[in-house]
């Protein structure tokens, strides 16, 4: 039996989503751009997706641009502001424990002149607004802040930190790849101006994302050539994928409760079996502010890529808080953010939870964790 606990690495696609796409590459070959009856139809399942991404989230339909995922979401969202700026280098606010994907583009604006504050975040993997407050200067132009990170699963005060941007004028971007489809976003009652999601984070296909962008909010495209997504992004869509991620959306919008009960309870469940069964165990991130799906526990002393891999072996999937970048370990970012020293991050691991999993599959992982969590350790002191 494999045992699926990386659901915030990718999740597998549900059944309606896998349907709903063969109906479209097989019935739908239209181009959504072309004015006759075969690209009526395509244009018709795409913008049948847009309005089920937009009730979703709280959004109009036209407040949504279909990307080939967050990372193209995320990048738009900030490159889009050299062109809006035309050149002219401001200042934007951000957190220390960003993802990759907002971290390489405010590089390279910083590159381009641009200022960026890094609002450090407490030993819980949590900002404070009051921070961010005062990191705002006269010429910040945008603030970025990861809803739900990715590693922890903690959510950042959104709410209060929105609310203080707009109160000073300033657009605020937030990637929320993590967030939709495990917790409730209702953007009718969070002032945020661009959001960032992926489909294949909540059980639709790899390769297809949104950037909401509300009002009138100007911004350059990144891909330039074509008059789709009204002249936001270049390049003809990719229908079936994009109809895959309305049905995810559909299905999240129905289940969300039921979900978030689900999977708290199995996150849960594994927590309290590892606290049970083995010593010297730790949570990284807040207890309370945190997705229901997420668990980050730091196995004290153990080498997490072999616990990974040891793991694997045995049927069980997870992530581990360190990566290997050019023959190297090099320790999470976000768990050093937190104060954790290198060899904490490293034997760290992330279980995320998600659809397919059930009590059986996380009591078969209890069953493996203590004996494997020893081997990591030895293999650390030996
Ligand atoms: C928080 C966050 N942002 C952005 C991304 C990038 O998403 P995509 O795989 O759709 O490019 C991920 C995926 O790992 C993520 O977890």
Redesign the pocket.
């Known amino acids: 039996m494999r045992v699926y606990l990386d659901h915030?690495?990718t999740s597998p696609l549900r059944d309606e989503v896998v349907e709903a796409m063969i109906r479209v590459l097989r019935g739908i070959h239209g181009n959504p751009s072309s004015a006759h009856e075969e690209g009526r139809a395509a244009r018709a399942a795409v913008d049948r997706a847009r309005a089920a991404v937009a009730a979703l989230i709280g959004v109009q339909s036209d407040d949504v641009l279909f990307t080939a995922?967050?990372?193209?979401a995320?990048n738009t969202a900030l490159l889009g502001l050299l062109g809006r700026c035309s050149g002219a280098a401001g200042h934007l606010v951000t957190s220390a424990a960003e993802?990759p994907?907002?971290e390489a583009p405010l590089e390279a604006l910083e590159r381009a002149g641009w200022r960026v504050t890094r609002v450090g975040v407490d030993s819980e993997g949590l900002l404070d607004p009051a921070q961010i407050e005062a990191a705002i200067e006269p010429e910040t132009a945008l603030v970025s802040i990861?809803w739900a990170n990715?590693e922890t699963g903690v959510l950042q005060p959104m709410e209060r930190i929105a609310t203080l941007a707009r109160e000073r004028g300033i657009p605020i971007h937030a990637?929320a790849?993590?967030a939709v489809g495990k917790i409730p976003i209702d953007l009718r009652e969070i002032p945020v101006d661009l959001l960032?999601l992926?489909a294949?984070?909540f059980n639709g296909p790899?390769g297809v994302?949104c950037l909401i962008a509300r009002g009138d909010l100007a911004f350059e495209s990144i891909l330039r050539g074509g008059p789709q997504e009204r002249g936001r992004r270049g390049g003809t869509e990719n229908v079936a994928a994009i109809v895959g991620l309305g049905v995810a959306c559909d299905l999240a919008q129905r289940e969300l409760p039921d979900r978030m009960r689900d999977y708290a309870g199995l996150r849960d469940r594994l927590w309290e079996g590892i606290q049970a069964k083995i010593p010297g165990v730790r949570r990284n991130g807040s207890a309370d502010r945190v997705l229901p799906n997420t668990l980050n526990v730091e196995f004290d002393g153990a080498a997490g890529e072999l616990l990974l891999q040891a793991l694997d072996v045995e049927g069980i999937a997870v992530s581990s808080g360190a990566a290997c970048h050019s023959g190297s370990i090099e320790p999470s970012r976000v768990l050093i953010a937190m104060g954790r020293s290198p060899e904490e991050a490293r034997g760290s691991l992330r279980f995320s939870v998600g659809c397919g999993n059930d009590t059986e599959q996380i009591d078969c992982a209890l069953s493996l964790l203590p004996d494997r969590v020893a081997s990591a350790r030895q293999a650390v002191s030996a």
């Open positions: 915030n690495a995922g967050a990372t193209e995320n993802h994907s907002v990861l990715n990637d790849t993590q960032s992926s294949h984070k790899k994302g």
